[in-house]
């Protein structure tokens, strides 16, 4: 409205940076978890580096979610155990999220599990894969921002949505839009359309 009305002026950017390529985001279920670690392991011994998101810090009682601390052990001691694994969260002190990330920034950690922690801020060249747990549960805000963390280098990046059990008419749609388009401004749209 200022920019409308006041004495702004409006710029609009609607295009990626020079040598940036769209990332390619795909819904995936359960099911196809199996396919979304292999296109993990193949990005990573490309030198590459991935994200795995999860909706919570640790398991809860009232909600059937995985969640960041015990999937991390997990994944470190199973589909990961050849890579170097690191995690993230809010629940950490902040000289712990940073000693982390520096990890995460200079090579030394692979594949950095976390929570929405990493929405902002993080800019990692090499980070090329997004894997969203539970993608269903966050709103279509959230999952543009955690989509920006990669894609920020000169390499081909993915994000992968993964969801469990039937999807709710408006979780089916905020995936939807994300699979459809990268545009920021539209999925604003989706967003308030949604929401009614």
């Known amino acids: 409205a200022m920019g409308a009305f006041g004495d702004l002026?409006?710029?609009v950017l609607d295009e990626l940076p020079g040598g940036r390529k769209r990332i390619v985001t795909r819904l995936?279920?359960?099911?196809?978890?199996?396919r979304v670690y292999d296109a993990v392991l193949k990005e990573v011994r490309a030198g590459r580096q991935a994200y795995v998101v999860y909706p919570l810090v640790?398991?809860?009682?009232?909600?059937?979610?995985?969640?960041a601390v015990d999937?991390?052990?997990?994944?470190?001691?199973?589909?990961?155990?050849?890579?170097?694994?690191?995690?993230v969260h809010g629940q950490m002190s902040g000289e712990e999220k940073?000693?982390?990330?520096?990890g995460f920034r200079n090579g030394s950690i692979d594949i950095l599990v976390g929570t929405t922690v990493i929405e902002v801020g993080v800019d990692v060249p090499d980070a090329?894969?997004?894997v969203i747990e539970h993608a269903e549960r966050f709103g279509l805000a959230q999952l543009h921002q955690l989509r920006g963390r990669v894609g920020r280098g000169c390499h081909q990046s993915w994000c992968f949505l993964l969801y469990q059990g039937r999807l709710s008419g408006d979780a089916?749609?905020?995936?939807?839009?994300?699979?459809?388009?990268?545009d920021g401004f539209r999925l604003s749209e989706i967003d308030a359309e949604i929401r009614g």
Do not use: I, N, P, Y
């Not at 995936?28 to 199996?34: I, L, P, S, W």
């Not at 940073?98 to 520096?102: A, C, F, H, Y």
């Not at 089916?172 to 990268?182: K, Y």
């Open 9 to 11: 002026d409006v710029t």
């Open 28 to 34: 995936c279920r359960e099911e196809e978890r199996g």
């Open 58 to 67: 640790d398991e809860s009682e009232k909600m059937d979610l995985k969640a």
């Open 71 to 87: 999937s991390c052990r997990q994944l470190a001691s199973g589909v990961f155990r050849d890579r170097r694994v690191g995690l």
């Open 98 to 102: 940073e000693s982390v990330m520096d």
């Open 128 to 130: 090329t894969v997004m």
């Open 172 to 182: 089916a749609s905020r995936l939807q839009a994300m699979e459809r388009t990268a």
